[in-house]
């Protein structure tokens, strides 16, 4: 499994405004992802994130209004841009544990973001 | 896109019953992934299936890769109040093993 670390674990933002929501994982991994909940919904994957190259964003999600780092094998960030109300989800990030078939997705707490 | 449907939607049991939740598709899965998601937490996973026709136990969960590959369901026996949450499948889509779909979630509410 993994233990990970969503910082910050929720907000309060006003329109217009970016918030940086940052994922730690306690060991290296390969994969990282960046899930979207609204509420009451299911989750929505947002985008994928490899370390040393372009995320990959999934069908009606862009790089303008997620943008996504990947430093390093440990740490990953998304913003959400120019925010309006609704954008207000809880944002998850997960990591993939094993190969193939066998992969398993461990997740974050998730960072509730309400958009006033 | 691949499509996982859940159900049921909700339920809601006496503490002590025994639960079964579904996962259906159209498109056949090699994973199928059980989580269950507290409220105000992400979702942590239970059981992962890997093989058609597997059953697998964690403690009074039970799931079952179904035969066709294209349903999976959950089983909770002897329900407690801390069984409390939404239950969602996910399994790897089409083309790439690594992105998940998810069902739409079971909400469980258990009367103690």
């Known amino acids: 499994s993994a233990v990970i670390s969503q910082k910050p674990s929720r907000d309060i933002c006003q329109r217009g405004t970016s918030l940086t929501i940052q994922c730690q994982v306690d060991?290296?991994?390969?994969?990282m992802f960046w899930y979207r909940q609204q509420p009451g919904q299911s989750l929505t994957l947002i985008a994928t994130a490899n370390q040393g190259s372009e995320a990959t964003y999934e069908s009606g999600f862009v790089i303008d209004k997620f943008p996504i780092s990947r430093p390093n094998l440990t740490f990953s960030t998304l913003t959400v841009s120019n925010m309006s109300p609704e954008d207000s989800s809880i944002y998850l990030c997960?990591?993939?544990?094993?190969?193939?078939?066998?992969?398993?997705?461990?997740f974050g707490p998730g960072t509730r973001l309400t958009v006033t | 896109g691949q499509q996982l449907n859940q159900s049921p939607q909700s339920m809601f049991i006496q503490e002590g019953e025994d639960v079964s939740m579904n996962c259906t598709s159209s498109?056949?899965?090699?994973?199928w992934l059980w989580y269950k998601q507290d409220p105000g937490e992400g979702p942590v996973l239970l059981i992962a299936l890997y093989k058609a026709g597997e059953l697998t136990s964690n403690g009074r969960l039970t799931a079952q890769f179904g035969i066709t590959r294209k349903d999976s369901f959950l089983n909770i026996s002897a329900s407690i109040p801390s069984d409390v949450g939404i239950y969602f499948c996910a399994g790897p889509t089409q083309g790439g093993s690594e992105k998940l779909v998810f069902g739409k979630g079971t909400k469980l509410t258990v009367n103690p």
């Open positions: 997960s990591v993939e544990k094993g190969t193939g078939v066998f992969s398993e997705q461990y």
């Open positions: 498109s056949i899965f090699n994973t």
């Open positions: 060991s290296q991994v390969t994969m």
